[in-house]
């Protein structure tokens, strides 16, 4: 069995963006964030692990029960989130596991490498949790990294939410549906006016997996 790593490497946003830039196989970026974060937003997209979460108490679920361990297991992990404290939260459970062959954190998160490098590697917005909802990072918001959760189309995303009364959960929408009314499923869609939330389609995994996939190219 490999020594354990007891820490995970902290990486500053420069040795970050020259980190997700291998070409070895055994490199994984994990993206720790909410998938509603993710769809904003992520780096390298064809190398990034979005993890399906609707909450970040479901990481640990969703390593050991939903099939996250075959992304992490003999791997080295590139982990990281807005601001760096998920992160840590996150590698600390990861390092206990001593799955892994490193497990390596962005410090800062997004927010320092929006400041320290810019765009460089990273696609879309970033998500955040106060007023202003979505920010730029550099300039490089063009790529259509998810679909409308209105109307099923490839798109450049904006902030919605679920329209039913009961619901709260953070949905993408074109530019057209933004200013429509969109459900996150079915069962919200049926449940518009109810009070009470009721379990719904979105708060599967696989459902999580699905919007975080990118569209084809069109």
Known sequence: QQQQQ????????RE????????????????VRNSYESRMGRFVPEKTVCCPLRRFSQFKEWVEEKGGMEYIENKKVLA???GGVRCEKATSYLLS???TKEVSVLEGGIVAYARDVGDEGFVGKNYLF???????VGDNDKALLTKCDGCNTPCLPHLAR??????????????????MMI?????????K????KLACECDSYRSREMRCEVPAAQ
């Open 80 to 82: 990281y989130c807005t």
């Open 162 to 179: 679920c329209a039913s009364k009961a619901c709260h959960a953070i949905l993408a929408a074109c530019n057209e549906c933004s200013s």
């Open 193 to 196: 006016d109810g009070e009470k």
């Open 183 to 191: 459900y996150c499923c079915n069962t919200c869609k049926a449940n």
């Open 130 to 136: 106060d007023a202003r909802g979505c920010v730029d």
């Open 97 to 99: 596991l001593n799955v």
């Open 16 to 31: 970050w963006r020259d980190a997700i830039q291998s070409s070895d196989d055994d490199v994984v970026v994990l993206d």
């Open 6 to 13: 007891q820490q995970p490497n902290r990486l500053t946003p």
